[in-house]
């Protein structure tokens, strides 16, 4: 869907300029920067709601399309340039974007065209570009690789968010709200945008684009308070965790990110996995619990691993609590528990008690379940049936295990062919690769092992090893390394 509300704004913004006492080289420039905005959106070719104005900037030139042309609006792509044929009443005509000479940097072109504004008295012009500019610096769109700082400090070093927050500031109080206005456009709202914060460098960033009036002084020393509360709160997170896994002869895994804790414990060839994870904005600590198995590391012909996308299968902790636990007032909606890094130190301690005395009760239970039914009794059921409640049920029953379809028919192609069943073993690989032939796109886990191992059993090498355990981890790997 066309964002339409940008493409009027850079209208706008090219007319404003156009009108303005610039030499024409200054227009041209800062036109095409106009342009280059909007194409980082999903906006629609609008040269032809001020040709003329582009034309004689030089920034778009027209030329009679050839007789032999096909008289049909559209992109025409020749040998060294494309341009877009438009006919109208007066004949067929080919445009084209011509080259920048002098590129304008797209921070100081949002800066500039608001200050533009500014001096034009063009108020909601200046709103809407500040609200471009935040949630596009919010979304991703304008990163560093356009110049556009990344992380408080720098954001408050920069000179053109400093412009652009003051001019934002001056205007506020000249703009009235507008209900119907684009969300593109929108400044976000202070305290709603906080509760989406991921962790306090990110809150800091936003209150000083959302509260311009507030000085750089006043939310640095915010910020640094925020960050030590933060601090205050994952040393009582480690200290806690560490004492109840210690207890339990588990093993902390280092790791660099300051908000995920992992232990491991090796039980009869298992590695036992207990994966902890702060998430700031939802005010959650989540626990993950998963295994590798020995039966799969032995399928997979590899050793246990201290990593979690690894694992063959992982649950939610709090799940396997007793009822009045993992039902409790402490418990987080997203399963896990709440945790809010900017409350009391009576109320983190309370909840990491909790905590702590949960862990043995709940890893017991998780990995009993395991233990009890990923057993021999659970290949007596067919691949067929588990990929049945795993397509079409609405809620998938905990025994079923396995994430992914792949996943299933992997393992069932190595247990029969463990088992001398070579007509199940090879019925499961040619499924798994017609699944993989009807999606209109291969994923990056069918690229790096779906093909080679089906490639491999075809060929007849029936003892490939098995690829890793398809679910939600290790998708989110694959796509971090892509």
């Not at 021999?376 to 379809?405: A, H, K, M, N």
Request: hydrophobic residues 40%; negative net charge; proline residues 5%.
């Amino acid at each position: 869907m066309s964002q339409h509300a940008i493409e009027d704004l850079v209208e706008d913004s090219i007319r404003l300029v156009d009108a303005c006492a610039l030499p024409k080289a200054d227009k041209q420039a800062w036109v095409h920067g106009l342009l280059r905005v909007q194409a980082l959106y999903d906006t629609s070719l609008t040269w032809f709601r001020m040709d003329e104005i582009l034309i004689g900037l030089d920034v778009l030139s027209r030329t009679a399309a050839p007789p032999e042309t096909e008289a049909v609006d559209g992109w025409q792509t020749g040998e060294d340039e494309t341009g877009y044929l438009r006919v109208d009443e007066n004949g067929a005509f080919v445009y084209r974007l011509l080259d920048e000479t002098s590129p304008v940097p797209l921070p100081g072109v949002f800066v500039e065209t608001m200050q533009l504004a500014f001096d034009n008295k063009a108020f909601p012009l200046v709103h809407d570009w500040y609200g471009l500019l935040v949630n596009g610096w919010w979304d991703g769109t304008l990163d560093t690789s356009l110049g556009f700082p990344d992380g408080f400090e720098s954001l408050v070093a920069d000179a053109n968010m400093k412009r652009a927050r003051s001019l934002a500031d001056r205007t506020a109080r000249r703009v009235d709200p507008d209900p119907d206005r684009d969300e593109d456009l929108t400044v976000p709202d202070l305290q709603e945008a906080l509760s989406l914060a991921a962790d306090p460098e990110q809150e800091a960033c936003l209150r000083y684009l959302l509260s311009p009036g507030s000085s750089a002084a006043t939310l640095r020393r915010d910020f640094a308070m925020a960050m030590a509360r933060k601090a205050r709160g994952n040393d009582f997170i480690i200290d806690r965790l560490e004492q109840a896994f210690s207890r339990l002869g588990w093993t902390r895994v280092p790791d660099t990110d300051t908000d995920r804790w992992l232990w491991i414990l090796d039980v009869d060839g298992h590695r036992r996995f207990a994966h902890f994870q702060l998430h700031p904005e939802l005010k959650l600590l989540m626990c993950e619990l998963g295994i590798e198995h020995a039966l799969m590391l032995r399928w997979q012909q590899r050793t246990a691993s201290t990593e979690f996308h690894n694992v063959h299968f992982y649950r939610i902790g709090t799940v396997f609590l007793p009822e009045e636990l993992g039902q409790g007032k402490r418990i987080h909606a997203f399963g896990g528990w709440k945790f809010d890094i900017a409350g009391s130190e009576r109320t983190l301690e309370a909840t990491l008690k909790q905590i702590e005395s949960a862990i043995p009760m709940m890893v017991q239970a998780y990995f009993d379940f395991i233990d009890d039914t990923f057993q021999e009794r659970y290949f007596r059921t067919t691949p067929d049936q588990l990929l049945s409640v795993l397509l079409d049920g609405e809620i998938i029953p905990e025994d079923v295990l396995f994430d992914s379809p792949q996943a299933v028919l992997l393992a069932f192609a190595m247990h029969a062919r463990d088992r001398g069943n070579l007509t199940l073993a090879d019925d499961c690989v040619r499924k798994l690769e017609k699944r993989m032939q009807d999606r209109p796109r291969k994923s990056a886990y069918d690229i790096q092992y779906v093909e080679p191992f089906v490639r491999r059993w075809q060929s007849g090498d029936r003892n490939a090893p098995m690829p890793p355990v398809l679910h939600a981890k290790l998708a989110l790997h694959l796509q971090r390394l892509a």
